[in-house]
């Protein structure tokens, strides 16, 4: 007997069929949306979404997963590029929530259709581009235009089709024919179906991998800064640091006391592509309790008396001995000339900073008015900002965390009170003032000196940094021994991290290493640790290394 499938009964197992050829779907989908944004820049969902859902989240939840996220990441041993790491992992989670949602529409898709709504089904689709679009369009990330909304909906559209196809056919395959013959089973026909997916998935990412731009990378330079080095004590652009000629010199193998512009950290919340903010066009707008509203181009922002800085910055969720920090030379105008450009009203607290890309933090007059440092830089290392860094305005802090400092700012409210901003809202601290740190970034086994009486030295150092609030003091313990004091090369700034030596009297064998160091006040580290979240980490680096006795004479 001959058994026709009605239109009006989608069986549960149709369904289920509908979830996985939703995901299925979604790969080539994603491929799609990956040459649409490398040929022509269009929108890549995946992303938005992801940043909607997780800003939906209660802030804890956001928060406890890049944490755990980043304990994984250490243990795999990937801390030295964490913030690189950490990205790739949230934009894995992201296309893994975007295959989500394609079962869960694709579920959808195939019980509507098995109801017989074709043309719902075709518009289940498009609405899901619409949505898409809404999504990045709400946030402020996708700057899509309607060329953006077209290519969603019509994508959107045409993968409704696809799975209308795989709903007709997976029908037509799987039952018998007029000879009772029944071509493939459910199994064989996704498998065949999949395997096809798979093949144009991977042609299609090879292809869009090959137009993608060559990616910066944030990895710090291994064993830089020796002073045999002819780059070693100058800028970016050759010239001579501040403390160039200090006699106290870096360890080998210490990080470069001045940071490469392409390997400053980077941290945010971008998950896609970077806010690119067209200079011509750009103005920042002050707005709110002031007596004179502005919006400023960029070239009138230049042309403002300037100043320029050394600064050390970091994330609050930099570990002990972690990378995401650096330090380069900031260029901008200060705060208090901007305050006296627009004055504020007397109920005026605080400014309300917004970056493109959906961030916001509060930054109170007072602390403005009480310390002149405080800037709207707009140049690292003698040149405008780079995207991934803020282009073309962001703020400077001294003392705070990079939280508190928002980069690609588009506006400026002036309000009257001090509210919380981003990361505030998700449980991180309100005040997020450097703690005071330590790091041994080098034990130079392989360039052992031997010093005036003829000992055998090994060269140790790294850095200390305490905010803007000095280092007076570095010293290092070997093997839970004494704390000796360190040499100490004199900073760049006093908002700089200080280059720290000591050079151990040799002895063979396998020792552990820590240091801790004092504010210029005198006050000490925190020894005892404390995890990155809310207020940053505290706590001694330490790190072990075997000694042997060189091969050669020293
Ligand atoms: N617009 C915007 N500004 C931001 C952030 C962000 O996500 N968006 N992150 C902040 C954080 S947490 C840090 S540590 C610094 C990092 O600056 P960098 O990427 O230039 O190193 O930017 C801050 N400013
Ligand atoms: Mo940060």
């Not at 930099?318 to 030379?329: D, F, P, Y």
């Not at 109920?347 to 900073?353: E, G, M, P, S, T």
């Not at 240091?515 to 210029?520: G, K």
């Amino acid at each position: 007997m001959i058994e026709t499938k009605t239109a009006s009964t989608p069986s549960v197992s149709d369904v289920r069929m509908g979830a996985l050829f939703g995901a299925l779907f979604s790969l080539p989908l994603m491929v799609l949306y990956f040459l649409g944004e490398r040929i022509a820049g269009l929108p890549f969902p995946p992303f938005d979404i992801f940043d909607v859902v997780t800003r939906l989240l209660p802030g804890d939840v956001l928060t406890f997963g890049i944490d755990a996220m980043v304990e994984v990441l250490l243990a795999l041993g990937w801390g030295a590029t964490l913030d690189t790491t950490a990205k790739t992992v949230e934009q894995v989670m992201a296309l893994a929530l975007f295959v989500l949602f394609g079962a869960m529409v694709g579920w959808l898709i195939f019980a509507v259709a098995g109801r017989g709504g074709r043309v719902a089904s075709l518009a289940l689709g498009a609405v899901s581009g619409l949505l898409a679009y809404g999504m990045g369009q709400a946030l402020g990330v996708t700057l899509a235009d309607f060329t953006g909304l077209v290519w969603l909906v019509l994508l959107g559209a045409g993968w409704a089709w696809a799975l209308l196809w795989a709903y007709d056919t997976l029908g037509a395959v799987t039952s018998p024919d007029a000879d009772g013959v029944v071509l493939m089973n459910r199994r064989q026909f996704l498998v065949r179906v999949g395997g096809t997916t798979a093949f144009f998935t991977v042609i299609g990412t090879g292809l869009g991998t090959m137009l993608s731009p060559t990616v910066a990378s944030f990895r710090p330079r291994e064993g830089t800064a020796s002073p045999s080095e002819p780059d070693a004590f100058v800028d970016g652009s050759g010239q001579p640091l501040p403390n160039w000629d200090d006699p106290v010199l870096p360890a080998p193998g210490t990080r470069a006391e001045y940071t490469p512009l392409d390997e400053h950290y980077r941290i945010d919340i971008v998950i896609g592509r970077l806010p690119e903010i067209d200079e011509a066009t750009y103005t920042l707008p002050i707005t709110g309790l002031v007596a004179r509203e502005v919006s400023w181009t960029l070239d009138e922002i230049r042309a403002m008396p300037g100043e320029d800085a050394f600064i050390t910055m970091a994330c609050i969720s930099n570990r002990i001995g972690g990378s995401l920090i650096g330090t380069t030379k900031w260029t901008g105008v200060p705060m208090q000339y901007i305050l006296q450009q627009i004055q504020p009203d007397e109920d005026a607290v605080a400014l309300r900073i917004r970056g493109a890309d959906g961030f916001d933090e509060y930054l109170s007059l007072d602390l403005i008015r009480q310390d002149a440092r405080v800037m709207l830089a707009y140049a690292f290392d003698d040149q405008p900002l780079p995207v991934a860094n803020g282009f073309p305005l962001r703020v400077h802090i001294p003392d705070r965390y990079g939280m508190k400092q928002p980069k690609w700012i588009t506006s400026i409210e002036v309000v009257d009170e001090l509210g919380e901003g981003y990361w505030v809202r998700r449980g991180w601290s309100r005040e997020a003032l450097v703690r005071a740190t330590s790091v041994i970034d080098t034990v130079a086994v392989d360039d052992l000196i031997t010093d005036a009486d003829g000992v055998l030295r090994v060269p140790i150092g790294g850095i200390a940094w305490a905010g803007a609030r000095g280092i007076s003091k570095v010293e290092v313990s070997v093997d839970d021994g004494d704390w000796i004091e360190a040499q100490l090369r004199s900073p760049m700034s006093e908002r700089t991290w200080v280059i720290w030596r000591y050079d151990w009297a040799f002895t063979e064998g396998q020792h552990r290493f820590a240091v801790r160091c004092y504010e210029a006040d005198g006050t000490m580290q925190t020894l005892l640790d404390a995890p990155v979240r809310p207020d940053g980490a505290t706590g001694i680096h330490s790190v072990n290394a075997t000694i042997r006795t060189p091969d050669t004479d020293v």
